[in-house]
């Protein structure tokens, strides 16, 4: 099969198993990347303004896909993010750099002005291939663990009276207090209801999920919350994450980063959840701060690389 000669082709909702298929054989030993399972990559191809048979293309090779790399368009902030993979007998520079510059065209076409890729730290040929081909490091983000076993996380309930779940069509008050909380800081572009409904109404996920820190009527802060179903489980229970936390800049260094956290860890435990993940930029000091006070410990490093574009 080595021998064979690749293409690289536009996804069809053909290749959903053969894509599938790729993700299981190559997570565990992807070096470039997160882990990331088969179920994560069929999840993203639903999303909001994404459209597979435009922005995810493929490699195939004797009638296999060997690798893919997904486009992400995320144009009001005038970037696009590539996510790549490729099957761990074809991860040499050839493979995965006829990946990148396909995606590259697609982000021209799109009108980017810049190309974003998020590695492991540990990463170096990936890091070398992309240094090669133009890209330069930006900004480094810390993978976070916190195992909820050793600790004791109160209950909800006694944690903060104004802490409490979202309900069913609060959705846009998500929207307003997640951009409102992330305005101007690096790399978010701004959500969308539809994008926060959509992620809402994944399998496995429900509202119950985000716990909201109000003021009143008047959402001052949240913590987004996923559990990992069916998977992963040790022996103090399942895993899960900290998808996204945020405050008004309003409300900041009065406590209420910590109230929402410690409920969002609460919700959490009180659901066989045993070990918890988050991902954090390196230049937020607040956040690490909070993050270190409940006991969250560095597991791993991210990279950001970016491409300008002309």
Known sequence: MKNCPSIIRNYHPEDLDSLARLVTRAVDTEEGLHSVSAHDVIEGLGRPR?????????????????????????????????????????????????????????????????????VLEGSESVRKLLAKMGFRFIRRFRELRLDLSNGDVPNINRISPRCRHLKRGEEDKLVHIQNRSFAGTWGFNPNTLEEIVHRICLPGCSPEDIILACDGENVIGYCWTRIYVGKNKTVGGGKGRIYMLGMDPDHRRRGVGKEVLMAGLSYLKGNDVGIVELTVDGENEAARALYRSAGFRVQARSLWYEKALE
């Open 50 to 118: 994404h459209f597979p048979e435009s922005d995810l293309f493929i490699t195939e090779r004797a009638g296999d896909t060997i690798g893919y790399v997904d486009v992400t368009a995320e144009l009001e902030i005038g970037r696009v993010v590539l996510s790549f993979l490729a099957h761990p007998e074809h991860r040499g520079e050839v493979v995965v750099m006829k990946l990148i510059k396909r995606a590259i065209i697609r982000a021209k076409e799109l009108k980017a002005r810049r190309v974003h890729v998020n």
